[in-house]
């Protein structure tokens, strides 16, 4: 694409490349399954109060964001980064506006994560950071392959993962099996040089070039989600009613919810209150959720002191 030259096309509906990642993973590395099996257990106990979280106040995570661009475009401005930060201090602190949207029978679940989330100030080195790379490409698209996590593949490499929350946008992001996608993340267990998750620019923040209906920042808020182990509310189970996401507060739905639902959308005999189709876990757009539940809060304490324990020592 030319220079000057905007791609100004944008997915109908939200698309997330984490379970395809995941599912590679575990064909490809035995030691994935394993981890993540202790990883499940461990979630099991917290979500089922057999295990009482130790955490107390707010885990502040450092952010590492690698702006990896073609075009000059791609190379979004650190206002839109700040926003982007932003948006997921409201989001896991309970603190967003349109948290008062989430219909009635379901705000006494809302959930305060505890976490906050700030741009890393040293750099491995022990250096003083604006907590942002920027890398200029070859590369006009990345798939979900990884490349875009090594410099050797046109990306740039991880910063420890141990200590930072590696978080790549890119020019635009497409697989051949899905198309388009907004983003994905690595689940918590999974290698370390590849640990972290992956936002196409045109869907970071609220500003610059982020583009609507994914233009307020909820993309980033759904896949740190994953990134400390929540799935999706459907299960992942091909838009049957069999699978679930290990949360026993939010209904089990038939499948993922596009644009904006009205309340109540019924599926999987979850009637009368249906799908909770307001969670940052569903694939609405980004004016359409508002929420994490008390069980995928208790998800989340489980990943903070099990597999991402380090980040309550930094």
């Known amino acids: 694409m030319p220079e000057n030259e905007t791609d100004e096309t944008t997915p109908a509906h939200r698309v997330c490349g984490t379970m395809p990642v995941h599912r590679r993973l575990l064909t490809e590395d035995p030691s994935y399954a394993v981890a993540r099996d202790a990883v499940e257990n461990r979630a099991f106990a917290f979500e089922q109060g057999l295990r009482t979280p130790a955490r107390v106040g707010v885990t502040v995570i450092p952010v590492v964001v690698h702006v990896v661009h073609h075009t000059s475009e791609q190379d979004i401005g650190d206002a ?15 603190l967003n506006a349109d948290v008062s949207q989430v219909p009635t029978v379901w705000q006494p679940l809302v959930a305060d994560c505890r976490i906050e989330f700030r741009l890393a100030s040293q750099d491995p080195d022990g250096a003083p950071t604006g907590g942002i790379t920027r890398t200029r490409t070859a590369t006009d698209t990345f798939g979900m392959d990884d490349a875009i996590k090594f410099t050797s593949g046109g990306g740039q490499d991880a910063w420890p993962a141990d200590q ?28 370390t040089a ?121």
Request: with cysteine.
């Open 194 to 314: 590849t640990d972290g998750v992956v936002i196409a620019h045109t869907f970071v923040g609220t500003t610059g070039t982020a583009r609507a209906p994914f233009h307020l920042g909820r993309t980033a808020t759904h896949e740190v989600g994953h990134w400390l182990n929540l799935f999706h509310i459907w299960g992942d189970d091909g838009q049957g009613c069999s699978g679930s996401d290990f949360v026993a507060d939010t209904p089990n739905a038939g499948g993922p919810n596009f644009g904006t639902p009205a309340f109540p959308h019924v599926t999987c005999n979850n009637a009368p209150d249906g799908d909770m189709f307001v969670n940052y876990m569903d694939y609405t757009d980004d004016v359409g959720m508002f929420m994490f539940t008390q069980g995928q809060a208790a998800r989340m304490d489980a990943t903070l002191e099990g597999p991402r324990s380090s980040f309550l020592t930094l």
């Open 164 to 191: 930072y929350l590696n978080f790549w946008v890119a020019p635009r992001l497409e697989d051949p099996s899905v198309g388009e996608i907004l983003g994905y993340a690595q689940f918590p267990g999974g290698p």
């Open 80 to 94: 839109q980064i700040l926003s982007q930060i932003d948006v997921l201090n409201q989001d896991y602190r309970m």
